[in-house]
Structure formats: structure tokens, C-alpha cells
T-cell receptor, first 107, second 116 residues
Framework: KNEVEQSPQNLTAQEGEFITINCSYS?????LHWLQQHPGGGIVSLFM???GKKKHGRLIATINIQEKHSSLHITASHPRDSAVYIC?????????FGTGTSLTVIP | EPEVTQTPSHQVTQMGQEVILRCVPI?????FYWYRQILGQKVEFLVS????????KSEIFDDQFSVERPDGSNFTLKIRSTKLEDSAMYFC??????????????FGEGSRLTVL
């Protein structure tokens, strides 16, 4: 049983492209997190969402609670954005993680 | 900028040995978590800890695992008798508030455990 599905699994983009990563989940949640995992393995929290939309620099995250769907957008992508992006949902007090989207941005 | 620190960064151990992974959360944070990621697989929740006790644990967190906050700064994960399948990257995280619900999670760089 997979509570969190991400798409695409892998994504290659040219520098400057607009990127969208999608996350769908099957359970009711109180919050959704977008995380970035660097090639070395370290994880950084990007956003915590419970409704609507958040923006931080070139990153935008949206969530539609009724449709159980969230998107992470990267505008003007750059090679340093290359990483694995992970969606994690909180239906209770325990996180469920997606398998991640591996993004490679080519100069 | 405050950060979560983990030691060791990499530990190699023999099957059956006890391992202790250490974490120093951000000083004013109240909620602490351990996660693991087996190579090539997704991150999995192990346990959350608040007010000196476990607040939630997953099915993975069985009797061979334990957590402790022995002093005001450290948060440890102990694996009593390691198995081959315990080989993974273990991440510690902390948050000021109930991180999942209201605030941001801060992750350490991870401790890679290799069980031979």
C-alpha cells in the first residue's frame, strides 16, 4: 500500500526551464511537506503546507486538499537545483514519504 | 545558522553488535525524530519523541530499537543487535513545534550504518 505517489520519478531539464513535480496521496492529512535531498544524502525541508500556496524564491508549492494533490514548481531552473525532491504527508502523527523525484538540470 | 548534528557519519559493524547513533538537535527544539532510508528506497519514519517519551513509533521500530535523551542536548538511537537489513542511512530531525503539523523540520546530515 502506497499512501504517497510522486510523478515523475525522474526528470531531466535544461537550465532555465519551468519544472513541476506532482504528489498525490490517498489519506486525509493535516500537513504536507516538500523536502530536498542532496546528492550527498542530506535532507532539507523546503515547505510545510496545510492549504493554499507558498513561495520561497524560485520555488512555489501548492496543495489542493479536496483533490489530495500537491505540486512543487521551480521557476528558472538551475543546475544547483539537481536533487531528489520528496513529498511527505502527515495523516496522524507519523509521516509517510513518497519515493522521490530525481531532478537533473543540465547547463 | 543552527543545525542538527549527527555522529558518526558512517559506522561499520558486525551483525549482532549494538550500535548507538547520536544526534544533537537544535537547542530550543522540543520534538525529535528518527528516520531511516535503505539505499535506493524511500525515507521511512521510525520514531518521534517529545517530553522525554516516545510519542509515536512505526512498525519498523521494534524491540531492538530504543531512543533516549540522556542529557539536555543529545538524542540517541540504539540498535541492540544489528541485522544485515538494518544497513541504511539514519536521519535525525528536530522541530520547535509539533513539526509535522505546524512547523518546519530540520534534518541532520545522516549516519550511514553498514552491517556486515
Amino acid at each position: 500500500k502506497n499512501e504517497v505517489e510522486q510523478s515523475p520519478q525522474n526528470l531531466t531539464a535544461q537550465e532555465g526551464e519551468f519544472i513541476t513535480i506532482n504528489c498525490s496521496y490517498s489519506v486525509g492529512i493535516s500537513a504536507l511537506h516538500w523536502l530536498q535531498q542532496h546528492p550527498g544524502g542530506g535532507i532539507v525541508s523546503l515547505f510545510m503546507l496545510s492549504s493554499g500556496k507558498k513561495k520561497h524564491g524560485r520555488l512555489i508549492a501548492t496543495i489542493n486538499i479536496q483533490e489530495k494533490h500537491s505540486s512543487l514548481h521551480i521557476t528558472a531552473s538551475h543546475p544547483r537545483d539537481s536533487a531528489v525532491y520528496i513529498c511527505a504527508v502527515l495523516p496522524g502523527n507519523q509521516f509517510y514519504f513518497g519515493t522521490g523525484t530525481s531532478l537533473t538540470v543540465i547547463p | 545558522e543552527p543545525e542538527v548534528t549527527q555522529t558518526p557519519s558512517h559506522q561499520v559493524t558486525q551483525m549482532g553488535q549494538e550500535v548507538i547513533l547520536r544526534c544533537v538537535p537544535i537547542s530550543n527544539h522540543l520534538y525529535f525524530y528518527w528516520y531511516r532510508q535503505i539505499l535506493g528506497q524511500k525515507v521511512e519514519f521510525l520514531v518521534s519523541f517529545y517530553n522525554n517519551e516516545i510519542s509515536e513509533k512505526s512498525e519498523i521500530f521494534d524491540d531492538q530499537f530504543s531512543v533516549e535523551r540522556p542529557d539536555g542536548s543529545n538524542f540517541t538511537l540504539k540498535i541492540r543487535s544489528t541485522k544485515l537489513e538494518d544497513s541504511a542511512m539514519y536521519f535525525c530531525a528536530s522541530s520547535e513545534l509539533a513539526g509535522g503539523h505546524t512547523g518546519e523540520l530540520f534534518f541532520g546530515e545522516g549516519s550511514r550504518l553498514t552491517v556486515l
